[in-house]
């Protein structure tokens, strides 16, 4: 592919597609969803992307509108795609168990994700395999490894923002 600078934008020579949301010009793998605001991680990931992207304008994203939503019994896990980044925000009401209102759709019996993020408000524990369980309360930021199990702790919801394992949490593999 060849560049040349255009106003606001970069224009790829041979076959452009005008993405009016990034101001983008270009033909690489995954411009139309990009164009469209359906961007998935893996388009992001995509040579051509990190080389031709120009983002110039301020994306503002609310979890009122996510792009995805996974609703299990008991809780939901939305999702926002934005800066090459898939944000989650969890959701659980008190009674929430990931092994039995999540793992058992999945066909598994522990979380296998990793995750990074951090807890708006409520409690829930994280129980991991060698027997410690962590309460996790408003204001904490936090890693957990793959292979723990974790429920709800009080009778008040509790929501966290994630900012790692988002893409692959709740899904059948």
């Not at 452009?16 to 270009?26: F, G, L, M, S, V």
């Not at 990009?34 to 992001?44: F, L, M, Q, T, V």
């Not at 503002?60 to 980044?85: A, I, N, Q, T, Y």
């Amino acid at each position: 592919h060849r560049i040349t600078a255009a106003p606001r934008a970069f224009r790829c020579v041979d076959g452009p597609i005008r993405c009016r949301r990034y101001h983008i010009w270009t033909d690489f793998p995954g411009a139309e969803r990009i164009a469209a605001g359906k961007a998935r991680s893996e388009d992001y990931a995509n040579p051509y992307t990190q080389r031709f992207v120009c983002m110039l304008d301020v994306v503002l994203k609310k979890f009122d509108s996510p792009d995805e939503v996974l609703e299990f019994e008991k809780g939901r896990f939305e999702l926002v795609r934005l800066g090459g980044m898939t944000i989650g925000r969890a959701t659980y009401q008190p009674g929430w168990r990931w092994s039995v209102h999540v793992g058992k759709a999945t066909g598994k019996s522990v979380c296998d994700v990793e995750h990074v993020g951090m807890v708006v408000s409520g409690c829930a524990t994280a129980a991991m395999a060698d027997g410690r369980v962590i309460e996790m309360r408003a204001g904490d930021v936090f890693y957990v490894p793959p292979g723990h199990d974790s429920w709800v702790v009080g009778d008040e919801p509790y929501v966290s923002l994630h900012f790692l394992g988002t893409d692959r949490y709740a899904r059948k593999e």
